[in-house]
């Protein structure tokens, strides 16, 4: 009985801790929920959702600290081509052409809409923190090794 007792009284700390979440630490968890649903490799083959997963990823990447700057890179070199990485290098744009902005927050994800313009163009847009929303055209090329971003705004 004791046993019992103080076992209850171990994990009640621990249950307490577990409930005081604040909103970002749940905003991020929702986010890092929704992310593996929407996994590009469930989505490769359906062109709106190969968007917004691309784009929910580049979000959670580009506006949170816990990632590695490298993440963004690695996702840009696995699901655009490699003529639009070129281009966006050699043009060296002082803002991130994904994103149509210098930065992001992670609440942009929370207004991010796909919307379908015709066959393989789409239409990205988020609400920032000033409350603008931000719109970037992308285009999808089919190539051998499944979807790709072939021109996102500008480029």
Do not use: W
């Not at 992001?104 to 239409?123: H, R």
């Amino acid at each position: 009985m004791k046993l019992r007792n103080l076992i209850l009284l171990a994990a009640l700390p621990i249950v307490f801790l577990s409930s005081c979440e604040t909103p970002r630490q749940k905003m991020r968890r929702e986010l890092k929920e929704k992310i593996k649903q929407d996994s590009l490799e469930r989505a490769e083959k359906i062109p709106l959702e190969f968007v917004h997963a691309f784009y929910g990823m580049y979000i959670a990447y580009e506006s949170d600290s816990i990632f590695s700057p490298n993440d963004s890179k690695k996702l840009i070199e696995q699901n655009c081509t490699p003529e639009l990485i070129r281009k966006i290098e050699t043009a060296q744009p002082d803002y991130d052409p994904f994103l149509n902005a210098q930065d992001v927050d992670l609440t942009a994800f929370a207004s991010l809409s796909i919307i379908k313009l015709k066959t393989n163009e789409y239409e990205v847009s988020y609400i920032t923190t000033n409350q603008e929303r931000i719109k970037i055209k992308v285009i999808l090329k089919d190539t051998p090794a499944g979807l790709k971003i072939s021109s996102v705004g500008d480029f």
